[in-house]
């Protein structure tokens, strides 16, 4: 089992930066892929972007693309989300995600996912 924990949300403004933690225990998620999504009250929860087990791929929904990286820190067994030029419609809960299996390729639908987050607020006032 694996949980995840994400930190670093908050109030920023329209323009400004945010880095999001995604903390992993239980076990090392080294070999997952990952990925980033985020619900916005009343819609449904969105895909934000996605990284392979290796790194070596990336993927972003084309709302965020140019202005949001992802990251890992083995080490750490953590993941972030970089978050640069937010928005105010950036705003919503983002949740971290991760699925066993080592895929060479990214995860872009919830429901490639076995473990979740609790979320993080971001919110971005114009």
């Known amino acids: 089992q694996v949980q995840l924990v994400e930190s670093g949300g908050g109030l920023v403004q329209a323009g400004g930066s945010l880095r999001l933690s995604c903390a992993a225990s239980?076990?090392?998620?080294?070999?997952?892929?990952k990925g980033w999504f985020r619900q916005a009250p009343g819609k449904e929860r969105e895909f934000v972007g996605a990284i392979s087990w290796t790194g070596g791929a990336t993927h972003y929904a084309d709302s965020v693309k140019g202005r949001c990286t992802i990251s890992r820190d083995n080490a750490k067994n953590t993941m972030y989300l970089q978050m640069n030029n937010l928005k105010p419609e950036d705003t919503a809960v983002y949740y971290c995600?991760?699925?066993?299996?080592?895929?060479?390729?990214?995860?872009?639908?919830?429901?490639?996912?076995?473990?979740w987050g609790q979320g993080t607020q971001v919110t971005v006032s114009s």
């Open positions: 239980g076990r090392s998620f080294s070999t997952f892929n």
């Open positions: 995600a991760a699925v066993r299996g080592g895929y060479s390729t990214t995860k872009i639908h919830d429901y490639d996912y076995e473990y």
